[in-house]
């Protein structure tokens, strides 16, 4: 799935508006809505974007650096394991930060 995809199925589903999105995050409805159509590819979000998208939508911003292709979710497990963070919470997912099974759900 593209990011533009990811990202407007996840404002959809938080029952949020292209307009409200960009006022959560700060960045204009016209660039939230190329994004979205893939206009503005994903390698042209900037993680700091990204940053303020998932802050906006209350997802975890790693889970949104790994569905635009910043990380993956092998190096983020790498990085918690090397780091000592062995388990994650009550079963959050890696991804998304949801509750329930790790993965990507691609």
Known sequence: ????????????????TLVELAEGSG???????QIETGKKRC???????IRGLSDALGVTHIGMMIKAGYLTEEEVLIYRRESGIN??????DV????QGESGSGD
């Open 27 to 33: 960045f204009s409805h016209s660039y939230l809505s």
């Open 1 to 16: 799935m593209r990011f533009g995809e990811y990202l407007k199925q996840l404002r959809k589903a938080k029952g949020m």
């Open 87 to 92: 388990d994650l919470k009550g079963g959050e």
């Open 95 to 98: 991804v998304t930060g949801d």
């Open 43 to 49: 390698t042209n979000v900037s993680p700091e974007v």
